[in-house]
Structure formats: structure tokens, C-alpha cells
């Protein structure tokens, strides 16, 4: 039987041990073993756990579903966790846990602490999930912080669940609109010193491309005036490029988003990377040259056409880089795994990927690309369009600096990364129930209140009795706590962390249920059993708010 902090499991085992019985004794005719799926239902009336595998299986045994239902039923083994089980139209198989059994998991809550939800499934596998990597061009804005905060949100959940997870940041650090950014910080650093500068058709107009010359001007004085032009942009370049990746690792990390290596596109050449990928696409056929350029046959593995990997200027395209970095990735980091968080506007991009990934000789389903779609912000119903600082984009620092980095974060993982988004400044940054940030911090900081008031009037709740726990607000709170493990596993199988917010809010809320209506500490020395369970449950409560504040990334405040 599979432990406790995955009843799920259990349950699934209990399904299947019913069919090997039910197929040995001729009472079901079945090949092979179906898929067995248990699920949490929709109305608490039908269940803890449902599955509907009879459903399923009516065609292939020629038996009503119903019918077949309460033959399983007939044949499902007992188990401590659960207290009945029961057949229900039109062809569901419904499983009920055992109160007594749900009181006792406060106690395993307790035990594992903080490392309440950690799985196994990943077995110490090897992930690396790369996010952001914005052209070190100019500062994060708000579309790259929805991935940012995905990225950091799925990292985290793959760690709970047992992977090896690296997280990486992908510099695109070659290539033109490096040369067109140099060039920019060096036109303006001339202006900045009072000479006249002719800035690239190309280049980068914002305000802090400004900022970045005048800090130059400052820190260097006019030493690139003396040196030839093509050796002051490479040194100005140089010192901009290493401020601006130092700016976007300093703004990732007001929102909590931090990296465990930031990789150099400019080390897969130095390194070889480059030529040993395109070599090994060549000696296996993939690569063709015509038009003067040097293409990829992707068209001929499933992509719609054929891509340019090497200009007819002999300059290799951002693709080629992508094919050299998953080279590295894979073939020489040997990471079993590799998922790429990428923005709407390179959607297009991910079927040549897939395609490369194909040719280098590596299985293209252990390379996941997910993306992210666009943000709208919002105050209150008027749109928000621009920055007053820079005129164009907001920034991300911008943006953390009104609403703060746990709105931030939480807000832009409430949503699936495949759906468009409204975020709302004005609700990110209310201090009442409406904001779903503050609702869950707050059941979190009341749970603290309650322990240390506890403490104050010196109560050992160590002693509790769970078994006193048999209140609807209480078991409801016990049975809402044990599905973070749940959602752990699912969500590091599915690669969608937007399910913890709602799952954070249903915690809050099955929370405030039970403060409502049931006294935790009580004046009446006749109700010093109940308070000392309740106290327990409250403990493991706050085991579990933390976990789960943790997994999405947020703060756990123990005063609001």
C-alpha cells in the first residue's frame, strides 16, 4: 500500500487489486490491466475519492456500468483509511475516509514539519528549467515576470516532488542586438561627455540606456574617447552587458526569483558547443547549403519549412545558438529532462525546436517548451499602458515596488501561463478578504496568533487528543491540509504550479471556517481536551499554510 500522505494511491492499489480478483474468478473479462484514475469529486456528498473506470470499461466487457460498479465494489479489499465504499450511478465507484484515520494525520503533519508534501516521484533525476532569459538589453518588464514567477513556482514544486532541479538563465549574450545595444550606451556615453554621437538606426532609445552611459561617463570619465571606435564600443559593451545582467539579477530577486547558473551564449562558441552541434546535425544529413546560407531540413521532421541556421554573411541565426544550447543541455550536461519557459512572441518557434532537438539524436519528448502568454495591466477598469519613467514598457521593478513581491508572485501564478491575463493593481494591493494574498498570509498569521497566545499562558498541547477532532469545520480543515501532497505529485506530472494559489485559497478558507466555529482556546477548564486537540490541528495547519507559501514562493507573515 502506498503511505499516507498519498491515500490516492492506496486507492488506486484497492481498485486494482479488485479487477486481478475479479478477472481470476471469471466475474470480469478484461485483457489487460485499464488505467485506473481515482479522483477527488466535485460534491463531497459523492466521496472523498471517485473513479470512474466502470464507465470506462461498459463497452469493452459489455456490462452496464452500474452493475459493474457494485461488482467492484464486491471485490475491493478493506484499508484502514477507508471507511466504506460504495457504487453510485450512472457508474462511479466511491470512496469515503475514515474519520478516524483523517483525526490521525494531524499527528503525521506534525512529524514531517517542514517536510510535509515532499515526494519521492522524481528519484533525484536531473530537470533543468530555464526561464526569463530576456536579452540582457535593457531591465525585465512585466510580460517576462509571469514567466519569471512560473519558472521559480514549477522549480520549486519539482524539488518537493524529488527531482535534481537546476534553474537556469540563458544570456543571449551575441548576436546583433548586442552590437546595436553597445552601440546605443556608447552614442549616449559621448553625449553624456558632450561630444556629438550618431546613434544606431537600431539602437536602444529608452531612458535607462541614459542612465546606464551617464553611470559610465561617471565611473570611467572620457578613457573610450581615446581608443578607436570598434575597441570603445567592445569595452563599453562589455561593462554595460555585465550592469545590465547584474540590474535583471537584482530585479528578479525583489520577487524572489534566483538562478543557479547564468549561462553565457557566448561560451557556446568559445567552447566549441557551437561547431561540435552543427557537426553532428551535418554528419546525420540535416543540414543543407543553398542560397548562399546554411539551412536546416526541418521541414523534413514535421516542421512547416525549413530554417537558416547560418546567414549567407557566414553569421550564425539566434536558432543555430538555441540548437548549440540544447547540445549542451542534453549531450553534454546530460540533464534526463529539460523544460524552456518562453514568451508569446516566440510560440512559432517551437515546432523547429522540437524539430533540432529530433536531430541531435535526442528523444523530443524530454524537451517541454511551455508558454507564456501576455499581461494586461489593470487599475481598477482603466488600462495601464505605459511606464511614466521609461515611456514604453513597465518594469518589473516597477511593478514589485507598488504591489509588492508576494502580490507579484502570486497573482501571476493564479493563472494558467496558456491564458491571457488582467492583473489588477488596485486589488494586488488591498488589505482586505478581496485580495487573495492577503486571505491566505492572514490564516497564516492567525494560526501563529493562536500558538503563541497558547505559549503565553504557558499551554503544552503535546498531549492533545486528535481523536476529539470530530467537528464537520474541523475535519473539513484536516481533509483540505492532506491534498497538498496530492497536488505536489499532480502538479510536477501536469507542469502547472497555477493550481497552488487556488488550493492556497481553499486552505484559507477551510481555515477561517473552522476559527469561526470552533473555539481553539477556551476559558472553561472543562474544555482543556478540546483545546489541546484543537491546538494540535491548528499547529499542523500552519505546517501546511508554510509549506504551501513556500512552494508558490510568498512570505509567510506571522503578524498582519
Known amino acids: 500500500m502506498a503511505g499516507s500522505a498519498l491515500v490516492r494511491d492506496t486507492i488506486q492499489e484497492m481498485v486494482a487489486a479488485a479487477i486481478n480478483r475479479a478477472r481470476q474468478e471469471g466475474a470480469l473479462q478484461l485483457e489487460t490491466?485499464?488505467?485506473?484514475?481515482?479522483?477527488?469529486?466535485?460534491?463531497?456528498?459523492?466521496?472523498?475519492?471517485?473513479?470512474?473506470?466502470?464507465?470506462?470499461?461498459?463497452?469493452?466487457?459489455?456490462?452496464?456500468?452500474?452493475k459493474l460498479a457494485e461488482t467492484l465494489v464486491e471485490y475491493i479489499p478493506g484499508a484502514e483509511e477507508v471507511e466504506r465504499v460504495e457504487a453510485a450511478p450512472p457508474g462511479f465507484v466511491n470512496f469515503y475516509l475514515n474519520d478516524s484515520w483523517v483525526q490521525r494525520q494531524v499527528e503525521v503533519v506534525r512529524q514531517a514539519g517542514g517536510d510535509y508534501g515532499k515526494l519521492e516521484v522524481g528519484q533525484g533525476r536531473p530537470v533543468m528549467v530555464e526561464f526569463v532569459s530576456v536579452?540582457?538589453?535593457?531591465?525585465?518588464?512585466?510580460?517576462?515576470?509571469?514567466?519569471?514567477?512560473?519558472?521559480?513556482?514549477?522549480?520549486?514544486?519539482?524539488?518537493?516532488?524529488?527531482?535534481?532541479?537546476?534553474?537556469?538563465?540563458?544570456?543571449?549574450?551575441?548576436?546583433?542586438q548586442m552590437e546595436a545595444f553597445y552601440r546605443s550606451v556608447y552614442a549616449r556615453y559621448r553625449e553624456a561627455l558632450g561630444y556629438e554621437a550618431d546613434f544606431p538606426a537600431n539602437g536602444y532609445a529608452g531612458d535607462y540606456i541614459a542612465d546606464l552611459a551617464q553611470e559610465l561617463a561617471a565611473s570611467e570619465g572620457p578613457r573610450f574617447l581615446e581608443l578607436a571606435e570598434a575597441q570603445a564600443v567592445k569595452e563599453i559593451g562589455d561593462l554595460s552587458r555585465e550592469r545590465m545582467v547584474a540590474l535583471?539579477?537584482?530585479?528578479?530577486?525583489?520577487?524572489?526569483?534566483?538562478?543557479?547558473?547564468?549561462?553565457?551564449?557566448?561560451?557556446?562558441?568559445?567552447?566549441?558547443?557551437?561547431?561540435?552541434?552543427?557537426?553532428?546535425?551535418?554528419?546525420?544529413?540535416?543540414l543543407s547549403q543553398r542560397e548562399n546560407a546554411l539551412w536546416f531540413n526541418s521541414s523534413a521532421l514535421g516542421d512547416d519549412k525549413d530554417n537558416v541556421v547560418?546567414?549567407?554573411?557566414?553569421?550564425?541565426?539566434?536558432?543555430?545558438?538555441?540548437?548549440?544550447?540544447?547540445?549542451?543541455?542534453?549531450?553534454?550536461?546530460r540533464f534526463e529532462r529539460v523544460i524552456d519557459i518562453w514568451g508569446a512572441d516566440h510560440q512559432g518557434h517551437v515546432p523547429r525546436m522540437k524539430a533540432a532537438v529530433a536531430a541531435l539524436g535526442i528523444e523530443p519528448e524530454k524537451l517541454t517548451i511551455l508558454i507564456s502568454q501576455m499581461v494586461t495591466l489593470k487599475r481598477g477598469s482603466e488600462v495601464v499602458r505605459a511606464s511614466k519613467r521609461t515611456g514604453d514598457f513597465i518594469t518589473l521593478r516597477e511593478l514589485a515596488d507598488e504591489v509588492g513581491a508576494d502580490a507579484c508572485r502570486y497573482f501571476f501564478l493564479a493563472r494558467a501561463p496558456s491564458t491571457q491575463m488582467e492583473f489588477d493593481l488596485e486589488l494586488a494591493k488591498k488589505e482586505s478578504s478581496e485580495n487573495p494574498v492577503y486571505?491566505?498570509?492572514?490564516?497564516?498569521?492567525?494560526?501563529?496568533?493562536i500558538l503563541n497566545l497558547a505559549r503565553s499562558r504557558g499551554i503544552d498541547w503535546s498531549s492533545g487528543e486528535v481523536a476529539l477532532l470530530t467537528d464537520p469545520n474541523e475535519l473539513n480543515l484536516i481533509?483540505?491540509?492532506?491534498?497538498?501532497?496530492?497536488?505536489?505529485?499532480?502538479m510536477a506530472r501536469s507542469l502547472e504550479p497555477h493550481h497552488l494559489p487556488h488550493y492556497a485559497m481553499e486552505l484559507a478558507t477551510a481555515f477561517h471556517w473552522f476559527y469561526e466555529n470552533c473555539r481553539v482556546i477556551s476559558a472553561n477548564a472543562e474544555d482543556n481536551a478540546i483545546t489541546l486537540a484543537r491546538l494540535k490541528l491548528v499547529e499542523s495547519a500552519q505546517i501546511v499554510f508554510r509549506r504551501a507559501l513556500e512552494l508558490m514562493g510568498l512570505s509567510a507573515p506571522e503578524r498582519m
Open 33 to 66: 490491466m485499464p488505467e485506473i484514475l481515482a479522483e477527488r469529486p466535485g460534491n463531497p456528498e459523492h466521496g472523498d475519492f471517485a473513479t470512474s473506470l466502470p464507465l470506462r470499461l461498459a463497452r469493452a466487457t459489455r456490462i452496464n456500468p452500474l
Open 135 to 176: 536579452n540582457p538589453t535593457g531591465p525585465v518588464h512585466v510580460g517576462h515576470t509571469r514567466g519569471a514567477v512560473l519558472g521559480s513556482a514549477l522549480a520549486n514544486t519539482l524539488e518537493a516532488a524529488g527531482y535534481r532541479v537546476t534553474r537556469e538563465y540563458y544570456v543571449n549574450d551575441a548576436g546583433n
Open 248 to 286: 535583471i539579477k537584482d530585479d528578479l530577486e525583489q520577487i524572489g526569483v534566483t538562478f543557479d547558473n547564468w549561462f553565457s551564449e557566448r561560451s557556446l562558441y568559445a567552447n566549441q558547443e557551437y561547431q561540435e552541434a552543427m557537426d553532428r546535425l551535418g554528419a546525420q544529413n540535416h
Open 310 to 333: 547560418v546567414r549567407s554573411t557566414g553569421e550564425p541565426t539566434y536558432f543555430a545558438s538555441d540548437i548549440a544550447y540544447h547540445y549542451n543541455k542534453f549531450i553534454n550536461r
Open 439 to 449: 486571505y491566505v498570509q492572514y490564516a497564516h498569521a492567525r494560526n501563529v496568533s
Open 479 to 490: 481533509r483540505t491540509m492532506l491534498r497538498l501532497p496530492e497536488l505536489v505529485d499532480q
